[in-house]
């Protein structure tokens, strides 16, 4: 089954402990993004990738990391977490970055940071 | 920077009645794309439109572009109770790989 999945699915966390949230897509996909949604804000970007070992940052890149070493996988990494980090995050994946493809979803991977 | 802005950003209905989302960007797009987040869900894609002053319809629900393609909307006919969730609009302007997710706008939709 063509899928994005995260893990984990929930976390809680204490400030300044260095968590990773994975992300792996089957579908040979090349565009890969993170986004935080929160409420009244809607899903904004953290950061993307367009292929392997090409990364970029979106528009709320500041306490966040990723890489992208292998085509299906993108880890979002929180080096020193924070209680403003406090979220909802999916990752999702497109064939591309072109204009005309449409986002698959990760299921989402709830953080509380304390 | 390039922003997209929803509204309303709830809305409650009787079930039966119509809805309708707007979604406007403050620059021109080169497409807009649609998602529907059911509650505890993921946002999962509906439709793309691409051309100016573009009308698809899937069922009981009607996209429109804007002809200047910097808006676009999303209306239901009779809701139903399954059509509860957050509708996003999702945007990208001309020679840019981002795509801009606007703020999203919640249906509640009472039996």
């Known amino acids: 089954e063509a899928q994005v999945t995260q893990n984990p699915r929930y976390l809680i966390t204490v400030t300044g402990k260095k968590l990773t949230v994975t992300c792996s897509q089957n579908?040979?996909?090349?565009?890969m993004s993170w986004y935080r949604q929160d409420p009244g804000l809607g899903l904004r970007q953290i950061y993307y990738?367009?292929?392997?070992?090409?990364?970029d940052k979106g528009d709320v890149p500041e306490g966040y990391k990723v890489s992208r070493k292998e085509k299906r996988n993108f880890p979002l990494i929180l080096e020193s977490p924070s209680p403003n980090q406090t979220s909802l995050y999916f990752c999702?994946?497109?064939?591309?970055?072109?204009?005309?493809?449409?986002?698959?979803f990760g299921p989402g991977t709830r953080l509380t940071v304390l | 920077g390039q922003q997209v802005m929803q509204i309303p950003q709830y809305q409650h209905v009787q079930e039966g009645e119509d809805f309708t989302t707007y979604c406007n960007s403050s620059?021109?797009?080169?497409?807009i794309q649609w998602y529907k987040q059911r509650p505890g869900g993921h946002p999962v894609f509906l439709i793309q439109?691409?051309?100016?002053?573009e009308v698809k319809k899937q069922k009981r629900l009607t996209f429109q572009f804007g002809e200047a393609k910097k808006n676009s909307s999303l209306h239901i006919t009779a809701t139903q109770t399954t059509d509860v969730g957050t509708y996003f609009c999702?945007?990208?302007?001309?020679?840019?790989?981002?795509?801009?997710f606007g703020t999203g706008t919640r249906l509640q939709v009472f039996p």
């Open positions: 999702a994946s497109s064939l591309d970055s072109f204009s005309y493809n449409e986002q698959f």
């Open positions: 579908m040979n996909h090349e565009y």
């Open positions: 990738s367009m292929n392997v070992e090409v990364t």
């Open positions: 620059t021109t797009l080169s497409n």
């Open positions: 439109l691409v051309k100016s002053g």
């Open positions: 999702a945007g990208r302007a001309y020679n840019t790989d981002k795509l801009i």
